[in-house]
């Protein structure tokens, strides 16, 4: 019987993605410190490796890292998700022709299958070289039998200059791979991370090697299994499977920390309606629809000397729907619900669930049906939308106001997305 080949999974991940993609249409930050921070310009979510070196840390809040910015000059700049995301795609498209089966599993980083492919470091060259310069994005392959092994293999091929940014995991020998693991602290483990590693110190396990080892119905038991399928992959068992579809979401969450605090009513509904219209834009895209309509409420917590106030409250919708007008006017009764005037509001959002397709509608025997034309409205404001940009054709309330607008003073232009924002070249 023929034995079955080993899965040459790679994974290619895009370098200081966000980092990368500002840095391509302003090539004088080649060299320079830069970051890029997240939403109300809160924390680092993207770092050079030059702010890596100087000791930039991840996650880390912006003002705490104002005088290290000062002193080694390092620039932050404001997540700009339009050109994130163009560039993603991209990027995505132009792995999807080295593989039929292929998973893109999130902005950054996408799961192409090799399997019974030669040459695979050739082929992992050639992704790296077309990658760059069709779009200009830095990345690194890394392979192996396994997803969690591929992630590994990734970060060696980031970290290891002679790597030249593709390593694979299965080209080693036992003793290679034995001596490889046991070098790398166990929270590099895709899954274990800085929260559980040091429950695992707790047992021996302090680097890869040792968890690989590890007595499996003793980390079952004390980690359950999680734990286990993580030690199966590193055992080059496959426990997380190829996803080329991915699966409709069960539940939907559009929520945003607000640029300053909001105390009327109609600029939380306005905040509230953006919500809805893009949690039933992904709604729709996924042909589902949703019975249930969560929405909440924050004050800010990290602000102890003001009064504080997390409301929360679920209405169920008479007929899944979604539609963003049905669900808004649900939406608006809750926030009249939940508002008190004497608190400055943070953050809102709202959560649709109780989601099933399309194909599977079980409508109440007294409630009206929703007319054709709602459905036929919702399709144009998806295409428009789709076509001219987020936000071109918005629910009526969104407008009142922008007191509850997303903080981004240091946003680059909207290069690859908008028309009156590419970059010019003047003779």
């Known amino acids: 019987m023929k034995s079955k080949p080993t899965q040459q999974l790679a994974l ?8 990368s993609c500002e840095r391509l249409f ?45 002193e080694h000059n390092i620039l932050a700049l404001s997540s700009n998700y339009a050109l994130y995301a163009d560039l993603s795609n991209r990027v995505m ?3 999807a022709e080295f593989s039929p089966r292929h998973e893109v599993y999130s902005i950054d980083e996408c799961f192409v299958d090799l399997t019974g492919m030669a040459e695979l470091r050739s082929i992992s060259y050639a992704m790296r070289e077309r990658v760059m310069r069709w779009t200009g994005i830095p990345v690194c392959v890394g392979i192996g039998p396994t997803k969690t092994l591929a992630k590994l293999a990734n970060f060696i091929a980031k970290k290891h200059p002679r790597s030249k940014g593709v390593f694979n995991y299965n080209a080693l020998t036992e003793a290679q791979k034995a001596k490889l693991l046991s070098r790398i602290p166990v929270d590099e483990v895709w899954g274990v991370g800085r929260k559980l590693a040091p429950r695992l110190a ?16 003793t980390l079952r038991a004390e980690f359950g299994v999680v734990v286990e399928k993580i030690q199966r992959e590193l055992n080059e068992v496959a426990c997380v499977a190829m996803e080329e579809v991915t699966p409709p979401r069960k539940q939907i969450i ?17 905040a509230v309606a953006l919500f809805v219209e893009t949690a039933c ?11 249930m309509l969560q929405v909440f409420l924050h004050t800010n917590r990290f602000r102890s000397e003001l009064p504080q106030y997390h409301p929360v ?16 006017r649900w939406a608006s009764l809750l926030i009249d619900q939940l508002w008190r005037p004497e608190y400055a509001y943070k953050k809102a959002g709202v959560m649709l669930s109780e989601i099933t397709p399309n194909t599977q509608r079980q409508n109440d025997l007294f409630a009206e049906a929703e007319p054709v034309e709602e459905s036929k409205l919702m399709a144009v404001l998806d295409r428009v939308n789709q076509r001219f940009g987020r936000g071109v054709i918005r629910i009526s309330s969104q407008d009142a106001g922008e007191e509850w607008g997303m903080r981004q003073e240091r946003k680059s232009p909207a290069y690859t997305t908008c028309w009156v924002e590419l970059p010019a070249a003047i003779a």
């Open 254 to 270: 559009a929520s945003r920390s607000f640029g300053n605090p909001v105390h009327d009513v109609a600029s939380l509904k306005a």
């Open 93 to 95: 498209n132009l792995l």
């Open 281 to 291: 834009a992904k709604l729709r895209a996924q042909q589902s629809h949703a019975a």
């Open 26 to 70: 302003r090539p004088d930050l080649a060299g320079r410190p830069v970051v890029v921070l997240s939403n109300n310009d809160g924390c680092v979510v993207s770092r050079s490796n030059e702010a890596k070196d100087i000791g930039v840390k991840m996650g880390q809040p912006w003002f705490q890292a104002k005088a290290l910015a000062e």
């Open 202 to 217: 707790e047992y021996g396990v302090q680097n890869v090697h040792e968890l690989r080892e590890a007595h499996t119905p």
């Open 313 to 328: 409250m679920a209405v169920p919708l008479i007929t899944p729907t979604d539609n963003s007008l049905i669900v808004n």
């Open 12 to 19: 290619i991940d895009c370098n200081n993605f966000y980092v």
